[in-house]
């Protein structure tokens, strides 16, 4: 298990994952905890928006040098971002609609 802890702060890596439904991933990481994230709600912008593409969404790999997940248009996600996903998803839509706002 590859795990780094700054100042109390456990950095997480994504070590598998399937695909259960259209944009959503189940991911298992390196401490054995699991996250069912739908992405849909998040592709907006240059590098996410492709991903509404199935064909391109599908194409999702594990990169184990990063640890997480990424796709051919170059988006990927912090994996600590994804393993604590419930904490984050509510501010990254917002964020992201925001910023494309002509988009969403």
Do not use: C
């Not at 604590?84 to 494309?100: G, L, T, Y």
């Amino acid at each position: 298990m590859r795990k780094i802890e700054l100042h109390n702060y456990e950095l997480h890596v994504v070590s598998a994952f399937e695909s259960v439904d259209d944009y959503t991933l189940k991911l298992t990481f390196d401490d054995n905890t699991e996250q069912t994230i739908n992405f849909e709600p998040i592709l907006y912008g240059p590098l996410f928006e492709p991903l509404r593409d199935l064909a391109i969404f599908n194409q999702v790999k594990l990169d184990s040098d990063l640890g997480t997940l990424v796709w051919p248009t170059g988006a990927d996600i912090d994996p600590t971002v994804l393993h604590d996903w419930p904490d984050h998803v509510e501010a990254i839509i917002e964020r992201r609609k925001k910023r494309f706002a002509a988009k969403a």
